[in-house]
C-alpha cells in the first residue's frame, strides 16, 4: 500500500522501465511529491503491483517494449488521456543481454541494445514533444551510465549505448530549448535486477572501490531526478550528473 501523497503538483510524468528498480524509485519519489505518472514495462503484473504501491489515482501502467514505436505512441497517449497533459519525460528503459568484448560482440546484440537503450529514448521525446512539451514546456531526464563515461570491460556494447545517451542529451538540450530542459544521470552500480550480475555473491568486494563504501540504491538516483525534473533545476540543461559513490575518484593517480 502506498503511503499518504502530498496534494497534487498538477504535473505529470513518464517514466519507461518503470516497473522496478531505478524507474521506479524515480516514479516513487516523483508521486510522493505530488505528481502523477505513467510507468511502463514489459510485464503487465509487474505493472500492476507498481501502480497498486504507487496509488491507482497517481499512476497508470502502460505494457510494452520500448522500442516498438506503436508501444511509444500509445504511452504518451495514454497519459493525455488520464492525466491531460506530460510535463516530464524520464528515458530509464534499458538493456544489457550480454557481457563480453566486443572484439566478440554479436552485431545482432549490439543493435537491439542501440535500439532500446538509445533509439527508443528519441521515440519517447519526440512523442513527448509533439503532444504536449513543444506548446507547454517540461523537462526530459536520460538515465545514462558510468559505463558511458569511461571504458567499461564486458559491457562495451551498454557502454557505447549510454555514451550516445549522452550526446542525445546534448543535442535534445539544444533543440528543445527555452522551453524544455534535457538533462541526465549516469549512475554507477545500484543495486537492482537489471545491475545483479555486476556485485551478486560479491558486494563486499564490489563496493569496496567506492569512497563512499556502498553500492547505489535507487533512492540515490531518484532524488537526483526529483532535483533536475523542478523548478530548482530550472536554470540546468544539456548536464550529466554522475550519482557515483565517488568511484570516479578513484580514476587519478
Known amino acids: 500500500m502506498s503511503e499518504p501523497q502530498q496534494e497534487g503538483t ?9 516497473s522496478r528498480g531505478i524507474g521506479y524509485g524515480i516514479a ?3 508521486v510522493a511529491r505530488g505528481d502523477r ?17 504507487l496509488g491507482a489515482d497517481r499512476a497508470v501502467g502502460v505494457q510494452g517494449k520500448a522500442h516498438d514505436e506503436a508501444h511509444q505512441a500509445a504511452a ?6 488520464a492525466f491531460g497533459r506530460v510535463d516530464y519525460l ?8 550480454v557481457f563480453g568484448p566486443l572484439a566478440e560482440a554479436d552485431l545482432a546484440v549490439a543493435r537491439k ?6 533509439v527508443s529514448a528519441l521515440g519517447f521525446a519526440q ?17 545514462a551510465s558510468v559505463a558511458g563515461l569511461a571504458p567499461s570491460p564486458f559491457v562495451g556494447a551498454y557502454g557505447m549505448s549510454k555514451a550516445a545517451m549522452v550526446n542525445l542529451t546534448l543535442q535534445l538540450a539544444h533543440e528543445f530549448a527555452p522551453g524544455v530542459r534535457v538533462n541526465a544521470i549516469a549512475p554507477a552500480v545500484v543495486k537492482t535486477k537489471f545491475a545483479a550480475a555486476l556485485y551478486e555473491g560479491r558486494e563486499e568486494e564490489a563496493a569496496a572501490a567506492y569512497p563512499l563504501g556502498r553500492l547505489g540504491m535507487p533512492q540515490d538516483v531518484a532524488g537526483a531526478a526529483a532535483f533536475l525534473l523542478s523548478d530548482a533545476a530550472g536554470w ?18
Request: charged fraction near 20%; glycine fraction near 12%.
Open 10 to 18: 498538477g504535473r505529470v510524468a513518464l517514466v519507461t522501465g518503470a
Open 28 to 30: 516513487e519519489a516523483l
Open 37 to 53: 505518472v505513467v510507468i511502463t514495462g514489459r510485464s503487465a503484473d509487474a505493472l500492476q503491483e507498481a501502480t497498486e504501491r
Open 76 to 81: 504518451v497517449e495514454r497519459a493525455m488521456e
Open 90 to 97: 524520464v528515458n530509464n528503459a534499458g538493456t544489457n543481454p
Open 113 to 118: 541494445v542501440f535500439e532500446t537503450n538509445v
Open 127 to 143: 512523442q513527448t514533444w509533439k503532444a504536449w512539451q513543444k506548446e507547454h514546456g517540461g523537462a526530459i531526464l536520460n538515465i
Open 236 to 253: 540546468v540543461t544539456g548536464q550529466t550528473l554522475v550519482v557515483d559513490g565517488g568511484l570516479f575518484l578513484n580514476a587519478g593517480f
